[in-house]
């Protein structure tokens, strides 16, 4: 099983930036891929941003070019680093990685709110 913590979530006016974290308790150097979703009420949790194992990125269309995913291997860290930030990215941000296909686990999520 893997334990994943996300934290630096917050409050942040229109146009700032904030920057996620997510600690794993396993090295995040053997995890199939490690992915940032965001769930607003009454919606399901949908992809923000993913990194695979190979360091492939990919990214929603709405935070294309806002926000950006790393991964600190010596940390078993994954970031996400959101910039120009607008109230629609308003919601609670989770960590996800799939160990293997087929096999993923959550972290417990952080609230991002954006608002003047």
């Known amino acids: 099983q893997v334990q994943l913590v996300e934290s630096g979530g917050g409050l942040v006016q229109p146009g700032g930036s904030l920057r996620l974290s997510c600690v794993a308790s396993t090295n995040i150097y053997n995890l199939d891929s490690l992915g940032w979703y965001r769930r607003t009420p009454g919606k399901q949790r949908d992809l923000v941003a993913e990194?695979?194992?190979?360091?492939?990125?990919t990214y929603e269309d709405s935070v294309q070019g806002r926000f950006t995913i790393s991964r600190d291997s010596a940390k078993n860290t994954v970031y996400l680093q959101m910039n120009r930030l607008k109230p629609e990215d308003t919601a609670v941000y989770y960590c996800k990685t799939e160990v293997v296909p087929g096999v993923w686990y959550w972290g417990q999520g952080t609230q991002v709110t954006v608002s003047s």
């Open positions: 990194i695979t194992k190979g360091g492939t990125t």
